[in-house]
Nanobody, 116 residues
Framework: QVQLVESGGGLVQPGGSLRLSCAAS????????MGWYRQPPGKQRELVAR???????EYADFVKGRFTISRDNARNTVYLQMNSLKPEDTGVYYC??????????WGQGTQVTVSS
């Protein structure tokens, strides 16, 4: 059974940093594109960043230069390092895994709140 478990969210002041982790199990990680999405309050879910199984990365314009996505294939874990956080980065952050043979899967989400 595929499972994605996010961790690392919390409350941080503007300008601060957080690192999110997503641990994958059930055979989904290897060969999958892993992504982080977020859903701000009252808005739709949006792509933040994703990384292919070969390590190619893609970022939303609003996080370029501030966030870094990475993956540890030995640990079946994807990370999102978030620096210079802004209040508008507040939302629920979701991990996603996609492969052509297993389809797409979501984690349960982790809350990130940027506030003074």
């Amino acid at each position: 059974q595929v499972q994605l478990v996010e961790s690392g969210g919390g409350l941080v002041q503007p300008g601060g940093s957080l690192r999110l982790s997503c641990a994958a199990s059930g055979g989904i990680f290897s060969g999958s594109t892993m992504g982080w999405y977020r859903q701000p309050p009252g808005k739709q879910r949006e792509l933040v960043a994703r990384i292919s199984n070969l390590g190619s990365t893609e970022y939303a314009d609003f996080v370029k230069g501030r966030f870094t996505i990475s993956r540890d294939n030995a640990r079946n874990t994807v990370y999102l390092q978030m620096n210079s956080l802004k209040p508008e980065d507040t939302g629920v952050y979701y991990c996603n895994a996609y492969s052509s043979w297993m389809g797409g899967h979501w984690g349960q989400g982790t809350q990130v709140t940027v506030s003074s």
